[in-house]
T-cell receptor, first 111, second 121 residues
């Protein structure tokens, strides 16, 4: 079964609003990463958070990690139409093991 | 950031033919490359892991004789879909893990190609 499960599966917001996506996983991890995928394109790495970190920022992105709850959240502040994409979390249990991707959250930012 | 080039971006072929997809890391060495398959509105499913100079490791349910993977160098891996059929039509994405010298095993970032859309008629 999937290691990462994103929630919600689809999210529609107005430009300027904040978007929050959640990811839950099942086993212990080394790190968790968030990726963005524009329709019909490859994935773009957004941010990595290690298991010993609780929060990380990158521009308008804020990622939190709660290892006790085995969950992570991705917050996009002041969203733009260009943020419209699918967002995936991927977990990495240890170096060398393969990523396991969640089903993704499809974000639509309306102008 | 690191760049992974995937070619072709779109291919249409007749049923029964073979299609080769290339994945190149342009500005870094990648000891490991991954091949994923993605159906519309679904997540990526790992097909196989390719290590330079050794045989690929296939995920359960993926036919190794159907999806031939070659990783001949630190910058190139190829996926060949042999005797393609309409059910093989999908979006195939490769990724490469950067070979890091020394330290930080926690930084296991994969860089993805733009994907190849395969349509088998």
């Amino acid at each position: 079964s999937q290691q990462g499960e994103e929630d919600p599966q689809a999210l529609s917001i107005q430009e300027g609003e904040n978007a929050t996506m959640n990811c839950s996983y099942k086993t212990s991890i080394n790190n968790l990463q968030w990726y963005r995928q524009n329709s019909g394109r490859g994935l773009v790495h957004l941010i990595l958070i290690r298991s010993n970190e609780r929060e990380k920022h990158s521009g308008r992105l804020r990622v939190t990690l709660d290892t006790s709850k085995k969950s992570s959240s991705l917050l996009i502040t002041a969203s733009r139409a260009a943020d419209t994409a699918s967002y995936f979390c991927a977990t990495d249990a240890w170096f060398g093991q393969n990523f396991v991707f969640g089903p993704g959250t499809r974000l639509s930012v309306l102008p | 950031g690191a760049v992974v080039s995937q070619h072709p971006s779109w291919v249409i072929c007749k049923s029964g033919t073979s299609v080769k997809i290339e994945c190149r890391s342009l500005d870094f060495q990648a000891t490991t490359m991954f091949w994923y398959r993605q159906f519309p509105k679904q997540s990526l499913m790992l097909m196989a892991t390719s290590n330079e100079g050794s045989k690929a490791t296939y995920e359960q349910g993926v036919e190794k004789d159907k999806f031939l993977i070659n990783h001949a160098s630190l910058t190139l891996s190829t996926l060949t879909v042999t005797s393609a059929h309409p059910e093989d039509s999908s979006f195939y994405i490769c990724s490469a893990r950067e070979k890091r010298q020394g330290g930080d095993l926690a930084k296991n970032i994969q860089y993805f190609g733009a994907g190849t859309r395969l349509s088998v008629l």
